[in-house]
């Protein structure tokens, strides 16, 4: 992220426990990715007075208060909005966005689109579990056709999103996908996520134990194969990254799809922040600049 | 009577209404004057009919008024409409060569003017105006400087040549009107005082930044897209961070984000956005992260009628976002208190960590005013309330690293706020009830004794703001023959109805309300306890305040006037719905708009 992000000397797993545990179901998917969270935290050593998680509604969004750092937990789909002008008044923040895939693709589908073509310097970690958990298991914008669900009790008619190729059309700067079964890998895309410049999005298959029997660790574990394993494979190649990002079926790729890091970031690019964050600015209009303000309308 | 001079401009979008309007407008200000503008105009760019008025006086001019001296018609359509709502002493200045005059009343003076006789109109496509200026502000009596010294302002980009061609014509106008039309009886009066010309918007965008706002995001929507205009113009100057955002809901979520950074964040949109923005409103109260939204009401529902005003979005308002919470609605009164309302409620709002809302119309947002420059006070009372930041000592904050509660239970309801970024402050604020450390409650167990406590340290925080805001005021003679009510934009208006009721001989008082929430019913009571006669008047079909005073007061007024035909109140509907009130002939008066723009 900022290339100025402090560095705390020691962190442990348990300085980033929160202060309450995970209500999740036993074997939820979320808790490898709340592992895999904490370890890229701890091998990053930031503060973490200094990182703000920020989710919206379900169950993977209520992440935030299992993490001992600063956490919003905001309204269902509004994450990214929230993140983006918490970012832009304190760039100095690291900022985590976390969430499932109907809080992001969506009922915030808009907002995820918008986040990305702007470059919002933050992770999005979105828990795609291609279900609705927390409302008790119905169709989601990930879920594939066919399936039946409570909502499509005769199965869904719908052609699901492709979060990767969506993300790539919307101009994210970094892309990747994890699976909650591959913890190391996993750790290794968050850490890359957080360091880079930009819109760092992380699609994470994390399976729903309890409403999704399509979808389900032993489904993935055959399937997925990691991009890092095809030594061909160039992550700056957006158009090898669309290509890759349509493969669905006996071979699913996961790892780093795509990143470059010559667009600016938001912050980055808006001259009103030249001076530091806003957070720290003085309330006051410097008196000749307000004169200036009431003069032009005289 | 106040002295007050008033010229209708009145023509098809494009046809450059807006520029004669924004000279005379300078000049009146530059004379010392004071000045009420209010652009009557449809939701098109180029054709319709769009009317300017823009009135002038020595005194505090507080509405459009009630009667138009000089006319200005740029179009056929324009003259038909307007003409003969002129009455004696009144002129008519057009253009001779494309404009038919209809039949005038007695005493009313047509003006022609030979337009390409005067000007060469294959090369100035406005000369009709400017020429039109130029003999205008001669039988006001103003001296032809005046107008060089604007014109030479309004062509300074466009070069010498340009500016010679101008002042040409406009000369040519002053003189032709010298030569052959009565200049007014009453000269344009001229003062000592100078005075700032500000719309609503942006007023309420200065009063933002006086109020040290950081953030300010926006979705644009009329009629207030003039604040968003403001705010990104002088952002850098200013140095507030200024972004359009892809809708509303993503506008107030955004704000919120940057609030609750430590920032003051604000916004601003109408009835159709701010219910978008909803839900967020309750994220804000519950979070208590202090956020500011202003709504520009425009007529309604749906798209409504999206260039003419309306006070219809009260009850939106106070009912917004689910469940119960502490919030702040206030309307202005005037333009100036656009400028003054925003300091205020951004410390009442960070001071009871709630959202302070600000109900506001297009007849402000979009009206001119002149205001006092000083009276635009770039150095109001700053109070942040219980903010934690590094400068008051959250530094030595490592004694506190998990004792902090973000949602301490309090007396007052209001419990210390710290910011991301602080050391030993770190905390989850959920929109999920939680416990006094953030915790969720429904994620340890479903505690009703926690729910019931916490629910009510919010909500204590309604006494503390009423405490904190003053009650309205009666203006005018005590036991007065009719007590007239408003509220927000009404206030000027209504001000000149009490004036000119009184000068007939009914002696009228005013009660106009600026805070909604909280109301101080019981001082409301108080006040019109004494009163003989009360009338409510508002911008709405149903009676939107009405209905609202009686809910909180069951107060129930003698009679209502009414008005939703998009147009605002001239003082004239006011005064005579009051006499037919007081001679028992109706409860409700619903004035007709006799101009049909």
Redesign the interface.
């Known amino acids: 992220m900022a290339t100025s992000v402090q560095r705390t000397s020691q962190l442990t797993m348990a300085d980033l426990k ?3 545990d995970p ?1 999740w179901c036993p074997g939820c998917g979320d808790f490898g990715v709340l592992a895999a969270l904490q370890k890229a935290l701890v091998e990053l050593r930031i ?4 990182i ?3 989710s919206g ?1 379900g169950c993977s969004s ?1 992440l ?2 299992y993490v ?8 269902h789909g ?1 994450a990214l ?10 760039h ?2 690291t900022i985590l966005v976390t969430g499932g895939d109907g809080d992001g693709f969506g009922i915030g589908g ?2 995820f ?2 986040s990305m073509r702007r470059n919002v310097d933050l992770l999005y970690i979105v828990m795609d579990n291609q279900i609705y958990g927390l409302t008790t298991g119905q169709t989601s914008p990930t879920s594939r056709v066919g399936m039946k669900t409570k909502s499509m009790p005769f199965g869904n008619i719908e052609a699901p999103v492709n979060p990767i190729s969506l993300a790539l059309a919307a101009g994210a700067t970094f892309i990747a996908r994890g699976f909650s079964g591959e913890q190391k890998h996993l750790t290794e895309l968050i850490k890359q996520g957080i360091e880079h410049r930009g819109f760092s999005f992380l699609d994470v298959f994390s399976p729903c134990v309890t409403y999704n029997h399509d979808n389900t660790y032993q489904w993935f574990r055959p399937r997925v194969k990691k991009l890092e394993d095809d030594p061909a494979y160039d992550p700056a190649d957006w158009t090898a990254a669309m290509e890759r990002s349509l493969l669905w079926g006996e071979e699913i790729p996961i790892g780093k799809f795509f990143e470059r890091t010559d667009v600016p970031t938001l912050h980055g690019a ?4 030249n ?1 530091g964050p ?2 720290h ?1 003085d ?3 410097p ?1 000749d ?2 004169r ?3 003069e032009e ?2 | 009577m106040k002295q007050t001079f008033a010229i209708g401009i009145g023509g098809a979008a494009g046809q450059g209404v807006a520029t004669p309007g924004d000279i005379f407008a300078k000049i009146f ?1 530059r004379r010392g004057l004071n000045l009420n503008a209010y652009n009557a105009y449809q939701s098109i760019i180029r054709g319709g009919h769009t009317f300017l008025t823009i009135r002038t006086g020595p005194e505090k001019v507080t509405n459009m008024g009630d009667r138009i001296d000089l006319l200005i018609p740029l179009n056929q359509d324009s003259m038909d409409r307007h003409l003969n709502l002129l009455t004696a002493g009144a002129s008519c200045i057009y253009n001779a060569d494309t404009i038919k005059p209809g039949s005038a009343a007695d005493g009313v003076q047509l003006c022609p003017l030979p337009v390409s006789e005067l000007a060469d109109i294959t090369r100035n496509k406005i000369a009709q105006n400017t020429l039109a200026i130029g003999a205008g502000l001669h039988m006001m009596a103003v001296g032809f400087p005046a107008l060089e010294e604007v014109l030479r302002e309004q062509f300074k980009k466009k070069g010498d040549a340009v500016i010679a061609e101008n002042v040409g014509v406009a000369r040519a106008g002053y003189d032709y009107a010298a030569a052959h039309f009565t200049a007014f009886a009453k000269p344009l009066p001229k003062t000592d005082n ?5 719309s609503g918007n ?1 007023a309420m965008a ?1 009063g933002g ?4 706002v ?2 300010y ?1 926006a979705y644009p929507m009329s009629p207030s897209t003039g604040v968003l205009h403001w705010m990104a113009a ?10 359009q ?3 509303e ?2 506008v107030i ?13 604000m916004c601003a949109t109408s009835g159709g956005g701010f219910a978008l923005m909803s ?2 409103l309750g ?1 804000s109260a519950m ?1 208590e992260t202090p956020v500011v939204v202003i709504d520009c009401q425009r007529a309604g529902p749906s798209t409504g009628v999206p260039t003419k005003t309306e006070q219809g979005d009260l009850w939106q308002m106070l009912g917004a976002a689910f469940g119960d919470y502490p919030r702040i609605i206030a309307a202005p009164l005037d333009i100036g208190d656009c400028f003054k309302l925003i300091p205020e409620i951004f410390n009442l709002a960070d001071r009871f960590q709630c959202p302070g809302l600000v109900l506001c119309d297009l007849l402000l947002s979009e009206g001119r005013l002149s205001v006092h ?1 000083n009276d ?1 006070d ?2 109001p009372p ?1 109070d942040r309330g219980e903010l934690i930041t590094t400068a008051n000592g959250a530094s030595s904050a490592a004694p506190t690293n998990g004792g902090y509660k973000r949602y301490k239970i309090t007396e007052s309801g209001i419990s210390p706020r710290a ?14 009830e939680h416990q006094e ?4 409650i429904s ?2 167990f479903t505690n009703p004794i926690k729910r019931r406590a916490m629910m009510e340290k919010r909500m204590r925080k309604v006494a503390g703001i009423e405490a904190a805001v003053p009650p309205p005021v009666l203006s005018g003679p005590p036991n007065a023959d009719v007590t007239l009510i408003g509220w927000g934009s009404t206030s000027g208006v209504i001000e000149e109805a009490c004036e000119l009721l009184n000068e007939q001989g009914i002696s009228a008082n005013q009660l106009q309300i600026r805070w909604l929430v909280p109301l101080h019913g019981e001082a409301i009571l108080e006040i019109l306890r004494g009163s003989r006669h009360t009338i409510i008047i508002e911008n709405n079909y149903s009676g939107q305040f009405a209905r609202y005073l009686r809910s909180e007061t069951s107060f129930v007024p003698s009679g209502h006037i009414r008005k939703y035909d998009g147009e605002p109140f001239m003082p004239h509907h006011i005064v005579d719905a009051v006499k037919e009130q007081l001679a028992g002939n109706t409860k409700l008066s619903v004035p007709m708009h006799e101009i049909m723009v």
């Open positions: 929160g202060k309450a209500d503060p973490n007075h200094n703000v998680t920020i509604i209520n935030p208060g001992n750092t600063y956490g919003m937990h905001t309204l509004r909005a929230v993140a983006t002008g918490l970012k832009l008044a304190n100095e923040l808009n907002h689109v918008h808006e001259p009103v922040l001076e806003l957070v600015r309330l006051r209009v008196p600049v307000a200036s303000f009431i309308l005289m | 200000s100078r005075y700032a010309i500000v942006t200065m930044a006086a109020a040290g950081k953030f995001c002088h952002a850098r100057k200013a140095g507030i961070m200024v972004r955002v892809e809708d809901i993503g979520n955004m704000a919120i984000g940057a609030a609750h950074s430590g920032v003051r964040a839900e967020g994220m979070i420059p635009l770039f150095s700053i910011v991301p970024g602080l050391p030993g402050y770190v905390h989850t604020a959920a929109t999920d450390d953030g915790v969720l994620d340890e």
